[in-house]
């Protein structure tokens, strides 16, 4: 099974306008933790947000926040006043503390921002 | 501040040849890691490392080695390069325990010919 799903290859967006992007996952860990990373077209890969599974507040990290619906394993993230720098590739990722400590990536999604 | 240093950015191979990407940290991280990045298939990892001396295989090892000498470095070896290994490839690092993120380098896109 897919630790990490990702069900949205592309999502437009009106510029200013928020969106949300869909992250499911798939643990049997008590403890673990959740990730946003922002691919530029550039290519590099860029920290965003982080989820504990212990937390229990929502992560936000200016206008980005993390949806966390722990009963029904999802971790989506919801950027606000898109811009266009916003274009982007987005990943989900997790990390389990007790097996391994890998990573896990999703497919991504592709963001466009439409001025 | 260096973070996570991964050459070369580009290369182009020919098929069955030999070539390490290098990648080296400079934030005293136990854990480190190769991915591949293929269009629609998110990245995978290769290989992992959590500390010195111990390496693991990720989900598509086949194709590639790595050793672990130093906590700094963490290089990817191809042996003997085929079309199949045209892709982007990052590096990664991070702490070892807890949760924290990982850092990424800059990428190298491969290219095999």
């Known amino acids: 099974a897919q630790k990490i799903t990702q069900t949205q290859p592309g999502m437009f967006v009106q510029e200013k306008e928020a969106v949300t992007l869909d992250c499911t996952y798939d643990?049997?860990?008590?403890?673990?933790?959740l990730f946003w990373y922002k691919q530029p077209s550039s290519g590099e890969m860029i920290f965003l947000i982080y989820?504990?599974?212990?937390?229990?507040q929502n992560a936000t990290e200016g206008r980005y926040s993390l949806n966390f619906q722990k009963a029904r394993k999802s971790a989506n993230l919801v950027i606000s006043a898109s811009q266009l720098g916003d274009s982007a590739m987005y990943f989900c990722?997790?990390?389990?503390?007790?097996?391994?400590?890998?990573?896990?990536f999703g497919t991504g999604t592709s963001l466009t921002v439409i001025p | 501040n260096a973070g996570v240093t991964q050459t070369p950015k580009f290369q182009v191979l020919k098929t069955g040849q030999s070539m390490t990407l290098q990648c080296a940290q400079d934030?005293?991280?136990?854990?480190m890691s190769w991915y591949r990045q293929d269009p629609g298939m998110g990245l995978r990892l290769i290989h992992y490392?959590?500390?010195?001396?111990?390496?693991d295989q990720g989900e598509v090892p086949n194709g590639y080695n790595v050793s672990r000498s130093t906590t700094e470095d963490f290089p990817l070896r191809l042996l003997s390069a085929a079309p199949s290994q045209t892709s982007v490839y990052f590096c990664?690092?991070?702490?070892?325990?807890?949760?924290?993120?990982?850092?990424f380098g800059q990428g190298t896109r491969l290219t095999v010919v």
């Open positions: 490392s959590v500390g010195a001396g111990i390496t």
């Open positions: 989820q504990g599974s212990y937390d229990e």
């Open positions: 990722a997790m990390r389990e503390e007790n097996t391994g400590n890998q990573f896990y």
């Open positions: 643990t049997s860990d008590q403890s673990y933790g």
């Open positions: 990664a690092s991070s702490y070892g325990s807890g949760l924290s993120e990982a850092f």
């Open positions: 934030m005293n991280h136990e854990y």
